[in-house]
């Protein structure tokens, strides 16, 4: 990885991609630190001390602190990345979506305008939902109509700045902007993440326990990110080989290629997807300024990540049981929605292709099936390892921090994945000063 930095820092073209793509995440930092207008922060801030739990750290934490400072970046990416997820299902449900996304790059533009509107409409109703809850609550200077529109449009507005940020990245970053700026959003909240866990275990204690300590720290985060990195490169190839055919006097095909199957095909989607929905009771009756009992109460209970594998509240772990089975269940439902076999199997054998021992048609697309459903079920478990340890350490040694399995995935990911967008666009122009010689 740093070979590869220092060899684009080589290149003219790559190195102004790389500095406007670190200007344009200054400048993120910077609005993170800019407050909403009418927020009384520090009123806020004690509010979210006291509400410190599973939903509000990671939302926190994609936010990059955001949210806590209750800055005009406190909505994050979210709304985009909601919108994206939306508007890729909607792809699959409506035949006209779907019709313009096989239109190209015509197409394929204009469902990202869909997108951008979307996005506003989201952030406009998340932010209204947050200005008027606070309102109520109390944490805004003055709660009068003026400070409630002044929020909503700050709040707004800083979404949409972001998505904004993330396509100017990249179009004239170095790409990926979305996931970048997700990422160093989460980065900027991992030194204060392991402060606290050195703190806690760390400091203070005896000199073979602190070494101890910091050793095994250090050892589960580097298996987390070396098993993210496995699960997130482990490929199934599938061969293919081409019929031999005539072509006026030439004899064609014959060739052979392959079918390339991720083993994480859905990414880290499902285990988005279950948090949200565990999640969105948590933060909606926390806005609404829910503190009651009853059996509404221990739903909730069982719903938040902070009672989970505690020892002395086994029966909330049932909440960790539920959450698991629904990664395993979004893991094979995204899937489904992505990745089409029948559709692989016709064109196969449109163009002449076949699975060495398999027959073209529904065998072929049987035997995708097959194959997949055993691929989906080892990235959901890979997933579920992931995700499930930190609640695990949580619970047990109170080892609490925004950063989790989720954070860790998707920042493997996308440096991994930025490494080969880079790698990729050195590879373009070396072929392009090989080809003008």
Not at 38 to 59: H, K, L
Not at 82 to 103: D, G, V, W
Not at 107 to 128: D, E, N, P
Not at 266 to 290: E, N, R
Request: aromatic content about 10%.
């Amino acid at each position: 990885m740093f070979t590869t930095l220092k060899n684009a820092f080589k290149i003219h073209e790559l190195r102004n991609k790389i500095l406007f793509t670190f200007a344009m995440l200054v400048v993120l930092r910077i609005g993170s630190q800019l407050p909403v207008p009418g927020v009384n922060a520090e009123v806020f801030q004690r509010w979210f001390s006291d509400n410190t739990n599973g939903a509000f750290s990671f939302f926190d934490a994609i936010t990059g602190g955001s949210f806590t400072n209750m800055s005009i970046l406190a909505l994050g990416i979210t709304p985009y990345i909601t919108s994206s997820i939306i508007m890729q299902l909607l792809t699959i449900a409506i035949p006209k979506l779907e019709e313009m996304q096989r239109e190209g790059e015509d197409g394929r533009k204009k469902i990202a305008s869909f997108t951008r509107y979307v996005t506003v409409a989201l952030a406009l109703i998340q932010s209204t939902a947050m200005a008027i809850g606070f309102g109520r609550g109390g944490y805004l200077t003055h709660y009068n109509a003026l400070n409630v529109i002044c929020a909503i449009a700050a709040l707004t507005a800083g979404s949409a700045f972001l998505m904004w940020v993330g396509e100017r990245i990249t179009e004239k970053g170095i790409g990926n902007g979305i996931s970048i700026v997700l990422v160093i959003n989460i980065i900027s909240r991992l030194p204060e993440d392991l402060s606290t866990l050195f703190n806690q275990f760390v400091i203070g204690k005896p000199p073979a326990t602190a070494i101890l300590s910091a050793a095994i720290i250090f050892a589960i985060i580097i298996a987390m990110v070396v098993l993210v990195i496995i699960l997130n490169d482990g490929i199934r190839k599938i061969p293919v080989q081409y019929a031999n055919k005539v072509q006026g006097r030439k004899m064609v095909g014959g060739q052979t290629s392959n079918i390339p199957l991720k083993v994480n095909t859905a990414g880290v989607i499902p285990v988005i997807f279950a948090q949200s929905l565990m999640q969105t009771p948590i933060i909606i009756s926390t806005f609404v300024g829910y503190n009651g009992t009853g059996v509404w109460s221990e739903i909730l209970k069982y719903l938040n990540s902070s009672y989970w594998c505690n020892v002395s509240q086994l029966k909330y772990t049932l909440g960790l049981a539920v959450y698991v089975a629904m990664i395993v269940f979004f893991a094979y439902f995204y899937t489904s929605i992505t990745f089409n076999p029948l559709m692989v199997a016709d064109n196969m054998k449109k163009q002449g292709g076949f699975i060495p021992g398999i027959r073209p048609g529904k065998p072929t697309s049987d035997y995708l099936n097959k194959v997949l459903n055993y691929l989906v079920f080892i990235g959901a478990v890979g997933l579920t390892i992931i995700a499930v340890l930190p609640y695990v350490f949580n619970g047990l040694f109170k080892a609490s921090v925004s950063f989790g399995g989720t954070s860790l995935i998707i920042i493997v990911s996308v440096v991994l994945e930025t490494m080969k967008q880079v790698e990729s666009q050195m590879l373009v122009r070396n072929y392009r000063g090989f080809l003008e010689k």
